[in-house]
């Protein structure tokens, strides 16, 4: 029987000539201070043998999404559309239905935020926000958390608050692997994994690490606590291109993950690397 498809659960696109990404500063970003198309996606990807994705949000801006929506309606490799939309906004409900009847809305599978952003490491706890969440979980889509680890404890919240939405955990919640340290990030993603309604992201470790000097090595300790604490049925490759192109190649990003996964059996390789993307996003 032949395996399952590989899907790439986290990606991104953008044209500078639209819009700006004002998060891409400083020399040390200027790598990928340029325009990423669908189409070098593509050749990337089904080079590494993708045949499904998941195109993510970058700026919190209303247009992007359904810009987003149009280029997955007009492609065979974009699956799955993470957009952004305002979650304290009264009618988000309205808005939500709005985007679904665009074309791709078909492909909208979540919708995230940049939490990582915000100053209060409570704001996903703000009425308004849990509001706006309870709105999402209505429309059936899932919610990417951008979060870092001191903010986990909101979102561990917010999974017990709202048990019908399906919260799915970006990068890890960006753990500090250039620095070696596990703790106490560890112990607040099996808190947040504890939670039945929560998913995790392989993806975005690399960044985290040293850019020149990373191997699967200092990648798997952060791994082996989502591994633990998730299990493989509810993590999901992601490859974070074009931003891992500041350490890795989307080549290398995919070996390390394949790496870091080495002890799993050939079942649960499939659930990471294709069968839980899938599923949670209905792709």
């Known amino acids: 029987m032949p395996r399952p498809a590989l899907v790439d659960a986290h990606h991104h696109i953008w044209d500078l000539s639209v819009r700006d990404q004002d998060w891409i500063t400083g020399p040390a970003m200027a790598p990928i201070r ?98 706006g969440l309870a709105a999402v979980a209505a429309a059936g889509l899932a919610y990417d958390l951008l979060v870092l680890p001191h903010q986990l404890p909101a979102a561990i919240r917010a999974a017990e608050l709202l048990p019908g939405l399906t919260l799915v955990l970006d990068h890890l919640a960006k753990p500090p692997v250039a620095m070696g340290e596990t703790e106490p990030w560890a112990g607040r993603i099996r808190a947040l994994a504890a939670r039945p309604n929560t998913v995790c992201k392989l993806s975005g470790l690399v960044t985290e690490a040293a850019w020149d000097s990373w ?53 649960e390789r499939d659930a990471v690397f294709g069968t839980t993307a899938r599923r949670v996003y209905g792709l």
């Open 34 to 131: 340029r325009n990423f198309t669908l189409g070098e996606l593509e050749t990337e990807a089904r080079a590494a043998g993708v045949t499904a994705t998941v195109l993510v949000q970058t700026i919190g801006v209303p247009e992007e999404t359904p810009e987003f929506l149009a280029a997955a309606a007009g492609s065979d490799l974009v699956a799955g559309v993470v957009g952004w939309t305002d979650l304290t906004a009264p009618g988000i409900a309205d808005t939500l239905a709005a985007l679904r009847g665009l074309p791709g809305g078909d492909r909208l599978v979540g919708i995230r935020h940049q939490v990582q952003g915000e100053p209060d490491p409570r704001w996903l706890l703000r009425p308004d926000v849990l509001r």
């Open 215 to 267: 191997t699967a090595d200092v990648l798997r300790p952060y791994a082996d606590v989502v591994l633990d604490s998730f299990g493989p049925g509810r993590l999901m490759f992601g490859s974070d291109w074009p931003v891992c192109g500041l350490a890795a190649t989307y080549g290398e990003v995919l070996d390390a993950a394949r790496t870091v996964t080495d002890g799993l059996s050939e079942d």
